[in-house]
C-alpha cells in the first residue's frame, strides 16, 4: 500500500522523536548485564531481578520493551535472546559489542549532536577545538577499547584483499591504528610481517597492549603523533587507512594519500575502510547516514561517494560497515 493510499501518519515523527528511550533502555539492558543474564538461564523477571539486582516489576517492563523493538522474545512468562543478542550482546560471547557504547554514547558525542542546529548552520562541528579531530583527545581510547570486537571482520577482510605469499616479509604502515587489529591481523596471518601502527600516544598504548596479547609484539612497532605532520618512513608494501579520511576535507586528504604514495614500496598497495555512500547519497541508509556524524562531530568530515576521491581503476567491496578500496598506488 502507497504512502498517498495510507494517508498522512505521524508515526515517522513519534518513532523518531522518541527514539531516545530505545537507546536508554539498550543502555539500562547493557548496564544490567540482562543479555548475559538471559544467556545463563534467568528468564523470568523474578529470575532476572534477582541476577542484575533490581526489581521484578522493572526487570518486566524493561524486558517487555526490549521485546516490542526486537532484542528478546517472549513466550509466556520468559524471555529469551534472539540470534543477534545473543552473538553481540551477551558477555559471555566473543563478538559482545556492547563496549561500544563507551565510545558511540560518550559524552562529546551526545554533545555533538544536542547542537546539531548549531552544527548545521556553521557547516561543521561547534565542539571546541575540533570536535572529535582535536590532538590527542581521549575519546580515542574510548574508541579504541570499545570497537576492538567490530573491527575483528573486517580486518579479516583486509588480509584477504592484500592477497600476497603468507610467507611474504611485509612491511605493513597502520595508519590511526587506533585498537591495532587491522595491522595486527596482518602480522597473525602473515609471520615475517613487520607492522608499524601510527596514532596519539595515549591510543598507542591500547593497539600495543592488543599486540601482545595477540603474540605479534616483537614485530609492532609505532610513531607517536598526527598522521597529518610526522614523518613516514618510506617502503611500505602495504598501508592501512582504516575509518580515517572521513574526518577530514578533500583536500586534507589528498595531502595525506600524497604523503601515503610517497611512503609506497614501488609495488605497494593501499587499502582503505571507509562509508560509502552510493552516488546519492541517500543509500544505502547506515554509509549515508554517516554523514551527519561528520556534521556534528568534525569541521569539515565527510561521507565521500567513489567519485569524490577514488580512482576509475579502484576495486571494492563491502563488508558489514563500509566499504573497502585496494589502490596499486595513488597519485
Not at 590527542?136 to 583486509?158: C, D, G, Y
Not at 605497494?268 to 575502510?273: F, H, Q, S, Y
Not at 563488508?319 to 595513488?330: F, R
Amino acid at each position: 500500500m502507497s504512502e498517498q493510499t495510507m494517508g498522512p501518519s505521524p508515526a515517522l515523527f513519534f518513532d523518531t522523536i522518541n527514539a531516545y528511550q530505545r537507546t536508554s533502555a539498550l543502555k539500562a539492558a547493557l548496564e544490567l548485564d540482562l543479555f548475559t543474564a538471559i544467556g545463563e538461564g534467568n528468564e523470568t523477571a523474578q529470575q532476572l531481578a534477582e541476577r542484575c539486582e533490581a526489581s521484578p516489576r522493572g526487570m518486566r517492563i524493561l524486558c517487555d520493551y526490549l521485546t516490542v523493538i526486537g532484542f528478546l522474545i517472549k513466550e509466556e512468562d520468559r524471555y529469551r535472546l534472539t540470534q543477534d543478542s545473543a552473538v553481540f550482546l551477551s558477555r559471555n560471547s566473543p563478538a559482545y559489542v556492547g563496549g561500544a557504547t563507551e565510545f558511540l554514547l560518550s559524552p562529546l558525542m551526545l554533545e555533538a549532536f544536542d547542537k546539531l542546529t548549531d552544527s548545521v548552520q556553521r557547516g561543521g562541528t561547534v565542539i571546541d577545538e575540533g570536535g572529535t579531530v582535536a590532538p590527542e583527545h581521549p575519546v580515542w581510547v574510548k574508541f579504541a577499547r570499545a570497537m576492538a570486537p567490530i573491527a575483528s571482520l573486517p580486518a579479516q577482510l583486509m588480509v584477504n584483499l592484500a592477497a600476497a605469499d603468507s610467507s611474504a616479509g611485509l612491511k605493513v604502515f597502520d595508519i590511526a591504528a587506533g585498537h591495532g587489529l587491522f595491522g595486527i591481523a596482518f602480522a597473525q596471518n602473515y609471520p615475517n610481517a613487520e607492522i608499524t601502527a601510527l596514532d596519539w600516544p595515549n591510543v598507542l598504548e591500547v593497539a600495543k597492549e592488543n599486540a601482545r596479547a595477540a603474540g605479534v609484539e616483537d614485530r609492532y612497532s609505532t610513531i607517536a603523533g598526527s598522521a597529518l605532520d610526522v614523518d613516514f618512513g618510506s617502503g611500505y608494501d602495504v598501508v592501512l587507512l582504516t575509518n580515517f579520511l572521513h574526518h577530514f576535507d578533500p583536500e586534507t586528504c589528498e595531502k595525506l594519500l600524497k604523503k601515503v604514495h610517497a611512503a609506497l614500496a614501488d609495488s605497494g598497495r593501499v587499502i582503505t575502510l571507509e562509508f560509502i555512500p552510493d552516488e546519492d547519497r541517500i543509500s544505502p541508509p547506515p554509509p549515508a547516514m554517516f554523514s551527519l556524524m561528520m556534521l556534528s562531530g568534525t569541521p569539515a568530515g565527510d561521507a565521500y561517494t567513489f567519485s569524490d576521491t577514488i580512482p576509475p581503476a579502484v576495486t571494492s567491496t563491502s563488508p558489514a560497515n563500509g566499504a573497502t578500496g585496494v589502490h596499486p598506488g595513488i597519485s
